[in-house]
């Protein structure tokens, strides 16, 4: 399991190809502050969905994980879905 605990109190955490938001939303509930996106529209819906059900302050937005519109600011540790991988946008930050 992913230790969720150790990226919370306000760890800006940026999750690419997010799905259904079942990894953002535990990032979210361990107090990171989560940007999650996907290509899929069903999938972006469904994550905001999910954080309002819960109550979390999270954003997911729909856009292309390979040209993202987001200042270099916006995490600290960057996913991309299971495989891992890095992008351009989380260059000097850990990559999970």
Known sequence: MFPYELYGNGAKVLEIGCGMGTMAMNW???????????????????TQRRF????????????????LALPTSTSTTC??????????????????
């Not at 819960?54 to 856009?63: D, H, Q, T, Y």
């Not at 996913?79 to 999970?96: D, L, M, N, V, Y």
């Open 28 to 46: 979210a509930r361990n107090g990171a502050q989560v940007t999650a996106v996907d290509l899929n529209p069903v999938s972006i819906r469904e």
């Open 79 to 96: 996913t991309a879905g299971e495989s891992c991988t890095t992008h351009p946008i989380c260059s000097g930050h850990s990559p999970r």
């Open 52 to 67: 309002s059900l819960l109550g979390l302050n999270a954003s997911s937005r729909l856009m292309d994980g390979n040209a």
